[in-house]
């Protein structure tokens, strides 16, 4: 009978090497020992687990169905251990490693990007990879480990961290409402205004806003259209029209006075209500930086945008 406690696992390491090289010689060569031992260690494996692993001939090797289910399980348990080597290792130590970090255009760069510096002067030996666009979606296929998305619903094939929900608002600049007689108490003639939009969900071209118990959909005239949240932006400070944006966005604008909000009363309906960091849900071997910055990130965002 098998006992696991004369089990070794350097036995079954050298047996995938033998089934990676395809041959004897080669995993001899490999693990440093002559061909008898690795015949030798291969045959005690065979003992401990009385089942024949490989069938041999002159040519090549062969796996029975039982070597084949060892070699399965050998990989999965080999990557296990390196796995927690590592981990281990990188316990009280600083995270090193590569981490590819996705941010939207506007997040990244308005609010976001100080915060990275601070975290890469804290962790400098951490090797730390940031694309600043709103195409992302597919994080696997663009080997992305870390992702910060507003959105409304996450990806069901991620780990998703909710840090908060998002609000957005209609803003210009006080020339542009004055310039145009902007009167905010008629939203139906709203839609003659110069409207400054996000071109990445035509949803917001239709304006869907609640007040208490009323709703309002009213189809806008977008005169200028960009994915990027700083150009628009910058287009509603230079008095090209009323703009729809988060209020992360707006917000300094709002307090200095170069932008207004038309109306601060009403909800605005957006398909892009939440902020989420995002994650894959098996990180590679540099989970252990992948959890830095994920942390990092989290405890800044909500400090942010909870006050």
Not at 32 to 40: E, R, W
Not at 69 to 97: D, N, W
Not at 114 to 125: G, N, S, T
């Amino acid at each position: 009978m098998f006992n696991i406690q004369n089990f070794d696992m350097n036995l079954v390491r050298l047996f995938v090497t033998i089934i990676d090289t395809g041959t004897l010689s080669e995993a001899a060569t490999r693990h440093g020992i002559t061909k008898s031992q690795v015949s030798k260690n291969l045959k005690k494996l065979e003992t401990l687990l009385n089942t024949q692993l490989i069938r041999r001939s002159t040519r090549r090797l062969e796996l029975t169905q039982q070597g084949e289910v060892l070699y399965e399980h050998g990989i999965s348990m080999l990557r296990e251990i390196e796995m927690a080597q590592q981990e281990i290792q990188r316990l009280g130590a600083e995270p090193m490693g590569n981490v590819r970090l996705s941010v939207p255009t506007g997040l990244g760069e308005l609010i976001l990007q100080p915060m990275l510096i601070e975290f890469k002067k804290k962790y400098p030996q951490l090797n730390l990879q940031i694309l600043f666009s709103n195409r992302v979606t597919d994080l696997i296929e663009s080997q992305i480990d870390v992702a910060v998305r507003v959105i409304s619903t996450p990806p069901k094939d991620y780990v998703a961290k909710k840090i908060s929900d998002i609000t957005w608002r209609l803003c210009a600049s006080p020339y542009y409402l004055r310039k145009n007689k902007v009167n905010t108490t008629h939203i139906e003639k709203f839609s003659n205004l110069d409207y400054l939009c996000p071109s990445n969900n035509k949803a917001y071209e239709t304006l869907t806003l609640i007040s208490n118990e009323e709703t309002f959909k009213i189809k806008m005239n977008p005169k200028l259209q960009s994915e990027n949240f700083r150009f628009l932006l910058e287009a509603a400070r230079n008095d090209l029209g009323v703009t729809l944006l988060p209020s992360y966005i707006i917000e300094q604008d709002i307090v200095k006075g170069t932008l207004k909000t038309l109306i601060p009363d009403m909800n605005i309906v957006a398909f892009d209500s939440a902020l989420y960091i995002l994650t894959t849900p098996k990180p590679h071997l540099s989970s252990a930086a992948i959890k830095t910055l994920t942390q990092f990130l989290q405890e800044q965002l909500s400090f942010l945008f909870m006050h």
